[in-house]
């Protein structure tokens, strides 16, 4: 079965790419500490590999899951230790880590019940004070976008939900914030409210037969608020 395989070939472009590398480097910083030696990253959903690009230039050790076949392909080729599965359950035999990076990946998954065993099994994996990194869609400010954008969105969040999921799992928190692009400070506002005030969805419905690519729908969903939760696993 085929999962995701489209995003392998999606089309990008220069300014997505760069929002996408900014804000992965902020987050990587975030979560570690780069003088830091032997620390061993697990990343669930590596996409375009962004994290593990920023693992390998600090010579960590990296580990990466990845459910869809393309995606696997194109990032082991790249040279990357990349296991291909869908999640959950985690794959046997995987070791424990420092940090688990799994971004915009919570939202793919069934139901709450599937969520609760995906974050048990990843702090499962976790070292003492090693760190959960989640990011997902904010849908209080996503809402019908949530779904309309992506044909495998399943389970939205609000940072309320997801910080009860957390400290449900025996996890504690050290930062919940929210990012929009790349920006995790006040500079996010200007960015939402650009984009709320320059996107038309009637317009764009008009010129969806006539325009081939979607990307300013794309751009529009760029400046809508995320989530991004930092966990620690504290073996008492």
């Known amino acids: 079965m085929s999962f995701y395989d489209h995003y392998a070939y999606r089309k990008r472009n220069s300014f997505g790419v760069k929002i ?41 050790e990296y580990t990466g899951i990845e459910g869809s076949n393309e995606v696997f392909n194109l990032l082991k080729n790249e040279g990357f230790n990349i296991i291909q599965s869908m999640v959950p359950p985690l794959p046997e035999g995987l070791g424990n880590f420092d940090v688990c990076f799994a971004l915009h990946i919570i939202e793919h998954l069934n ?58 799992e025996g996890l504690i928190i050290d930062y919940a914030g929210y990012y929009v692009g790349d920006q995790f400070g006040f500079l996010r506002f200007p960015i939402y409210w650009l984009g709320k005030l320059f996107y038309s969805r009637g317009i764009d419905n008009l010129l969806m037969n006539s325009i081939k690519s979607d990307i300013w729908y794309r751009t529009y969903l760029t400046c809508l608020p995320n989530i991004v939760m930092i966990a620690r696993n504290e073996v008492v």
């Open 20 to 60: 996408k590398k900014n804000f992965a480097e902020k987050l990587f910083y975030l979560a570690t500490t780069p003088n830091e030696k032997n620390l061993k990253i697990l990343e669930i959903g590596p996409g375009d590999g962004y994290i593990a690009s920023l693992v390998k230039e600090h010579n960590f």
């Open 111 to 168: 139901s709450i019940t599937e969520a609760t065993q995906f974050i048990s099994q990843i702090k499962s994996k976790l070292k003492n004070n090693g760190k959960i990194v989640i990011a997902t869609p904010d849908y209080l400010k996503w809402g019908k976008d949530f779904y309309n954008c992506d044909y495998s969105h399943n389970l939205p969040f609000t940072i309320k939900r997801l910080q009860q999921l957390f400290i449900n």
